[in-house]
């Protein structure tokens, strides 16, 4: 009646928005807004980079008023993208430009997999993954970021494994794998005698705080032939460019044929869905890649840095009241850990009667420190120290 046969008839329900909104209607200047998944000012304030906008500005209407040259998007998009992304780290690869990172993974997911395969997703992860699972019908298999020996047990008895890491500055956890540890992923994963496909979400990864965030890329030089790497990628982030919907996903792997057809699947995937991805979106980037990469690095610089304070002030405060959070490396967000869901709800209802708004995350609750200024950070870890000594009482 109506519906695919494919749609079942449960309703959708999205568990961000509905206290995101909450938390708009809140009244209480005083009131916290973790929320949110965008790096904000002190002023609370989304921040924009000036380098950005003035790109976007610059263009002429007929640009922006243009469709993309087609849903492979254009040759110099294509390469300026290429080279902020990549940073010459990976040799051999394919591209297609897409709607957000979202629409990079949605392709990835699309052109690999059918209904009733399995699909491995973090087990606290983005919550969009297990929908977009759904959706297609494939059967979540869900691992622990922490544990790689675990993980390989659980790869052993698949006949095709499909991973999805969401590696560095894991939402929400905050984790990133070390180039050892992708070492013992790529090794592991050459050396499967089956085909293995690893999707790397890469949405937050210009906010990794080392320097050399990318150089596990060039791991990605050595697959062998059973071996593809898809890497999704964000301008959302990146760019502080959330509503313009732009990324892209890149095809890695050893066999040119195979990447090209890839990309070619891609493209078809594309044209039948969204068809193409937004013109002036990209040519600021274009703009922005060849002529103002130095001044954009600038701004990054100060809005990392305050990252940082925001991240080390939360966690120094985190650690003196003994609070309870996955081990973090870089990001957004810091996740409290619970034993399971229903203390979490608990927990997370006592916040939200005191004015505190974070996100409900498979047994964690995520605070956005990406969107909380210092001054509302000094003194949070104490506050919800003492809510939470309530509840054991
Ligand atoms: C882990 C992760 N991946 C991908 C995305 C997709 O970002 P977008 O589609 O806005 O580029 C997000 C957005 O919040 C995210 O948190």
């Known amino acids: 009646m109506f519906f695919s046969k494919d749609r079942s008839n449960e309703r959708y329900y999205d568990n961000i928005f509905p206290i995101i909104d909450a938390c708009k209607k809140d009244s209480d200047p005083n009131k916290i807004n973790g929320t949110v998944g965008s790096l904000y000012g002190e002023d609370e304030i989304i921040i924009t980079y000036k380098t950005v906008f003035n790109c976007f500005r610059n263009l002429n209407n ?33 591209l297609i430009p897409s709607p957000g990172g979202t629409g990079a993974l949605y392709l990835g997911f699309n052109i690999s997999l059918s209904k009733g ?81 690893i999707l790397n979400d890469v949405a937050y990864i210009e906010y990794e705080f080392d320097e050399d965030k990318k150089k596990y890329f060039e791991l990605f030089n050595n697959l062998n032939d059973n071996v593809l790497v898809l890497i999704a990628y964000s301008c959302s982030k990146s760019f502080s460019y959330y509503g313009f919907r732009l990324g892209a996903l890149f ?16 493209t078809k995937k594309a044209r039948t869905t969204y068809s193409n991805v937004n013109n002036g979106a990209m040519y600021s980037i274009i703009d922005l890649v060849n ?18 304070e925001r991240v080390e002030l939360f966690l120094k405060e985190a650690d003196e009241n003994n609070l309870v959070y996955f081990p973090y ?65």
């Open 62 to 94: 007929e640009t922006m008023a243009s469709y993309a040259s087609g849903s492979f998007g254009n040759v110099e998009f294509n390469k300026a993208i290429s080279k902020f992304a990549l940073e010459n780290k990976i040799n051999n690869y394919r």
């Open 117 to 197: 395969d399995t699909i491995l997703i973090p087990e606290t992860a983005w919550e969009n993954y297990s929908n977009m699972a759904h959706e297609k019908g494939l059967i979540p298999i869900y691992y622990d970021i922490y544990n790689l020996d675990e993980l390989f047990k659980k790869l052993e008895s698949l006949e095709k494994i499909f991973l999805v890491t969401n590696s560095p500055c894991q939402n929400p956890c905050g984790h990133s794998y070390k180039y050892d540890e992708w070492k013992r992923i790529i090794d592991y994963l050459n050396n499967c005698d089956k085909e293995a496909i």
């Open 251 to 266: 095809v890695v792997g050893k066999n040119n044929d195979i990447l090209d057809l890839y990309i070619n699947q891609c």
């Open 291 to 308: 002529n103002h990469l130095d001044e954009y690095h600038k701004e990054k610089e100060e809005y990392l840095k305050l990252l940082k």
């Open 329 to 393: 490396d870089s990001g957004f967000f810091v996740t409290l850990k619970f034993e399971n869901n229903e203390i979490r709800d608990d927990i997370f209802n006592l916040f939200k009667a005191e004015h505190l708004y974070f996100i409900k995350v498979y047994r964690g609750i995520r605070i956005g420190l990406c969107s909380i200024p210092v001054r509302k950070i000094k003194g949070l870890a104490k506050r919800l120290k003492d809510i939470m000594s309530t509840y054991n009482k």
